[in-house]
Nanobody, 123 residues
Framework: QVRLVESGGGLVQAGGSLRLSCATS????????RGWFRQAPGKEREFVAT????????HYADSVKGRFTISRDNANNTVYLQMNNLKPEDTAVYYC????????????????WGQGTQVTVSS
């Protein structure tokens, strides 16, 4: 089965840090651009960050700029999201997504998704 698998979520206090990972299972997704999205209860899934296969294109949502860093290790087919200075409003299920072609921030343009990992930030 072809999958993206997120890990690294958990419970952290405001101001703390977490590092999310997105690995692959069943195929490498070589050549894909990767995105991180999040969905809080009662809200739509929103864009967080994206990185191109070659890492020369990176975009962040305004709400996470300066606090989150996306990176990737293509040799290990893994993408990371380093989250620092976390705030209660960052609480959500975080999803990894992959796509070929152009780098995008719209969630509907990503055909491949992981199952999500919960991030909870307490105040």
């Amino acid at each position: 089965q072809v999958r993206l698998v997120e890990s690294g979520g958990g419970l952290v206090q405001a101001g703390g840090s977490l590092r999310l990972s997105c690995a692959t299972s069943g195929r490498t997704f070589s050549g894909t651009h990767r995105g991180w999205f999040r969905q809080a209860p009662g809200k739509e899934r929103e864009f967080v960050a994206t990185i191109s296969w070659s890492t020369d294109i990176i975009h962040y949502a305004d709400s996470v700029k300066g606090r989150f860093t996306i990176s990737r290790d293509n040799a290990n087919n893994t993408v990371y999201l380093q989250m620092n200075n976390l705030k209660p409003e960052d609480t959500a299920v975080y999803y990894c997504a992959a796509k070929y072609g152009t780098v995008e921030t719209r969630r509907d343009l990503y055909p491949y998704w992981g199952q999500g990992t919960q991030v909870t930030v307490s105040s």
